[in-house]
């Protein structure tokens, strides 16, 4: 975690938290994880259950806001701003837990082998499967290079490290979508399906809490609003 000289209280227990991992945060009083899910969307999920694409292309949510958060650093970088390297941090942190450790051991274990079995996807899935790998080792860097102030060749260095990994990640995803979780009904009983969204389901409050998905995405927020690009009217082209 990044070592800071100011010893002003409110903004050091701030920047402490947005460096800990998902489990840690949640308990904390950075997002208070939970505490936005309303009682409606809790009861509306558990009438309409995610459906296992629908669970998996959310969580691309997720991926697509912190892909966000990378370009706003590559852009602090690029310029001569100071790098937001708590931000950062947090958010490599994210995609470690919530990504590599979670979304992406759900689709090694659950989606990929049955497309394999199949016969379907199978070079793609072999390049998907290259691309977690090559990802981990990026966001392991990435997580090294914000652990601290980056000298002026660690700055190039991050930059590139956090753009190779937008865009490896966009096409990533965006395959996934359109191609690997539609072909997933296609060689999976409706029993095996429904029982896969049971799996997911019990899996991500296993690991991120009560509060689940809406809690990461709570925090997720909360780097956006650090970062000065929470504001979605802000991205609106002028007429």
Do not use: W
Not at 28 to 56: F, H, K, W
Not at 59 to 69: D, F, P, S
Not at 95 to 123: C, M, N, W
């Amino acid at each position: 975690m990044e070592q800071h000289n100011r010893t002003d209280g409110p903004l050091v227990h701030r920047r402490a938290l947005l460096g800990l991992p998902v489990a840690v945060v949640c308990g904390s009083a950075l997002t208070a994880c939970g505490a936005r899910t309303t009682d409606a969307a809790t009861t509306a999920e558990r009438i309409e259950p995610v459906t296992p694409p629908e669970d998996l292309m959310r969580e691309h949510g997720v991926l697509k806001r912190v892909l966000l958060i990378y370009r706003e650093g590559v852009r602090r970088i690029d310029t001569g701003g100071t790098v937001p390297t708590v931000e950062l941090h947090a958010s490599a942190g994210l995609i470690r837990s919530f990504i590599e450790e979670y979304h992406e051991r759900l689709e090694e274990q659950y989606v990929f082998p049955p497309l394999v079995a199949a016969g379907k996807l199978t070079d793609t899935v072999t390049i998907l499967l290259q691309q977690h790998q090559r990802g981990r080792t990026v966001t392991g860097r990435i997580l090294e290079a914000t652990g601290t102030t980056p000298s002026a060749q660690a700055r190039r260095a991050l930059a590139a490290d956090l753009t190779a990994f937008v865009r490896m990640y966009e096409p990533h995803e965006a395959r996934e979508d359109t191609v690997v979780f539609p072909a997933l009904r296609e060689v999976v009983s409706a029993d095996r399906f429904n029982e896969m969204g049971d799996i997911f389901e019990a899996e991500e409050h296993r690991r991120f809490g009560t509060a689940g998905f809406a809690g990461v995405v709570d925090q997720v927020a909360d780097i956006e609003k650090s970062l000065g690009i929470y504001d979605l009217a802000q991205f609106t082209p002028r007429a």
